[in-house]
């Protein structure tokens, strides 16, 4: 897994555990977009062909273009290969607010979500590693169907604000794949001081 954050040093940042072989679009940390895709680039030497690199550099500079200036906190991508290929799309918006604000929010985002899905939306709810409870709701985009988008909201610890996170994936037979990466972008989405370092994750057996 590889972390990333974004805002300024001085203010607090935001951090989240994201999927290996992610492509960021929107967060680079204290790298330039191009410096941060050479060093992507670096990991796929001896196996990436020069079509698929220049492919790849493509779309990787109109993504960067689409999300500049967003407030989105993150945004990208990352692929599967092999026998079911499908490409995952995530965005995180992190909304600071005072205690009575986010659970206003959480009500109103939740039925937004829904009513946007219209009658083919669905929404289910889940439980955070600490035990905070969070809604996803999600539905089919395209006729006939191309994929699956999701959105969901959790509350971050500390009642500090709620994170918001947008799913969608080209596979609209994968929707419980695509249920769990929401779920988990939300739960390891943490609003931390300057200088202070995520907790790392608890080793399984």
Avoid: C
Avoid at 130 to 149: E, H, N, S, W, Y
Avoid at 169 to 186: C, F, G, K, M
Wanted: glycine content about 10%; cysteine-free; charged content about 20%.
């Amino acid at each position: 897994m590889v972390t990333t954050h974004t805002s300024a040093p001085e203010h607090d940042v935001v951090w989240q555990r994201l999927p290996q072989g992610w492509i960021e679009l929107r967060a680079f940390g204290d790298q330039t977009p191009a410096q941060w895709w050479q060093r992507y680039l670096a990991s796929g030497e001896g196996w990436l062909t020069e079509e698929a690199r220049d492919a790849l550099t493509a779309g990787f500079h109109r993504g960067v273009a689409m999300f500049s200036g967003s407030s989105f906190d993150f945004a990208g991508m990352h692929l599967d290969v092999g026998d079911r290929p499908a490409v995952w799309f995530l965005s995180t918006q992190v909304v600071r607010a005072a205690e009575d604000v986010v659970r206003d929010a959480d009500r109103s985002l939740a039925y937004l979500a829904v009513a946007k899905l219209g009658a083919a939306g669905s929404s289910t709810s889940f439980t955070a590693s600490d035990g905070r409870t969070g809604l996803i709701a999600f539905g089919t985009v395209g006729t006939p169907t191309q994929g699956i988008v999701a959105v969901g909201e959790l509350s971050l610890p500390g009642d500090r604000g709620i994170a918001l996170v947008t799913g969608m994936t080209s596979d609209p037979h994968r929707h419980q794949d695509l249920l769990i990466r929401v779920a988990y972008a939300l739960d390891t989405t943490l609003l931390l001081p300057p200088g202070q370092t995520p907790p790392e994750p608890e080793a399984t057996e």
